[in-house]
Nanobody, 116 residues
Framework: QVQLQESGPGLAKPSQTLSLTCTVS??????????WGWIRQPPGKGLEWIAD???????GYSPSLKSRTSISRDTSKNQITLQLISVGPEDTAVYYC????????WGQGTQVTVSS
């Protein structure tokens, strides 16, 4: 069974860089044709796709967040990492890692609060 576990700081200050890690177990992030993504849900709002990376390392970004976002992978650790620069209160959300075929596997999410 594929499992995803997000990890992150929980609290970030405005203008800082947020770094989140998704550790995948039970399957390889290089499995064809799987892909892996980050999605967030701000309080009281719907899900928002941030970025994804496929089994070959090809990357896609949300146009609205592209200028502040970087997604990468460490195949030796089976991890997907998201960095979001210059965070503000609008980036407060639950951040989810998802993957597999059609993002069929999801982590439980990690709360990130941006506040001074």
């Amino acid at each position: 069974q594929v499992q995803l576990q997000e990890s992150g700081p929980g609290l970030a200050k405005p203008s800082q860089t947020l770094s989140l890690t998704c550790t995948v177990s039970g399957g390889s992030i290089t499995t064809n044709p799987w892909y892996w993504g980050w999605i967030r849900q701000p309080p009281g709002k719907g899900l928002e796709w941030i970025a994804d990376i496929d089994y070959r390392g090809s990357i896609g970004y949300s146009p609205s967040l592209k200028s502040r976002t970087s997604i990468s992978r460490d195949t030796s650790k089976n991890q997907i990492t998201l960095q979001l620069i210059s965070v503000g209160p609008e980036d407060t959300a639950v951040y989810y890692c998802a993957g597999g075929i059609g993002l069929s596997y999801w982590g439980q999410g990690t709360q990130v609060t941006v506040s001074s």
